[in-house]
């Protein structure tokens, strides 16, 4: 039992490293950047499963809040919080945990992809990257109408669907399809390292 508990501070370290690496891939695109740290904190989630789900996100938002330059674009701090887009990154961990939730804790048994197994984790994965978008969504539209950036004939949601979300959905959509064959790869391998054999899905 000892064992398996300093492998899942390993594994949970290891992966908000892997995060954190994440803030170095930035695609500029309009208000917001393409990243890949919102599917990082996804995959995370769901290839640890249950109640560790969250564990690597926090830590990564941890390190950023203290001052590494881990977030995207290497920037850090309370002031990228209270930016347009700061709401993003509690979704990021609201988005880890949900996906984790429903992933479920991954067991040796997965090894053989099974239909149910496989829509699982799908679903599993769409949920968080959709789920991430609320609070940045909520927090961009109270920012864009309080510095009264909503044009004339937008609402300020109809602004924050343009400038955030809608441009990158087919990305989202493309991070996605990459995630879900990664994670049913990798969960039942995990498994083996992190709790019992005995364990099931």
């Known amino acids: 039992m000892k064992n398996k508990n300093v492998l899942k501070i390993s594994f949970i370290a290891l992966f908000a490293a892997i995060i954190c690496v994440g803030c170095f891939i930035r695609i500029p695109l309009g208000v917001i950047p393409i990243v890949l740290q919102n599917v990082l904190c996804i995959l995370c989630g769901v290839l640890l499963g249950g109640l560790l789900a969250g564990a690597p996100t926090a830590l990564f938002l941890l390190a950023g809040l203290i001052g590494l330059p881990v977030y995207s674009g290497g920037t850090s701090g309370l002031a990228v919080w209270m930016g347009p887009t700061g709401g993003f990154l509690?979704?990021?961990l609201l988005g880890a945990l949900v996906a984790g939730f429903i992933a479920g804790k991954p067991s040796v048994e997965q090894k053989k992809i099974t239909w149910k197994n496989a829509l699982r984790v799908s679903l599993a994965i769409l949920a968080g990257m959709v789920i991430l978008y609320i609070p940045g969504v909520i927090?961009?539209?109270?920012?864009?109408?309080?510095?009264?950036?909503?044009?004339?004939?937008?609402t300020a949601f109809a602004y924050t669907m343009a400038a955030c979300v809608i441009p990158y959905i087919p990305g989202d959509?493309?991070?996605?399809?990459v995630a879900i064959p990664v994670a049913l790869k990798l969960r039942p391998i995990l498994a083996q390292y992190l709790y019992e054999n005995t364990d099931k899905d």
């Open 90 to 92: 509690p979704g990021y």
């Open 139 to 154: 927090r961009f539209s109270f920012w864009a109408n309080a510095a009264g950036k909503v044009p004339a004939d937008k």
């Open 173 to 177: 959509l493309l991070k996605t399809v």
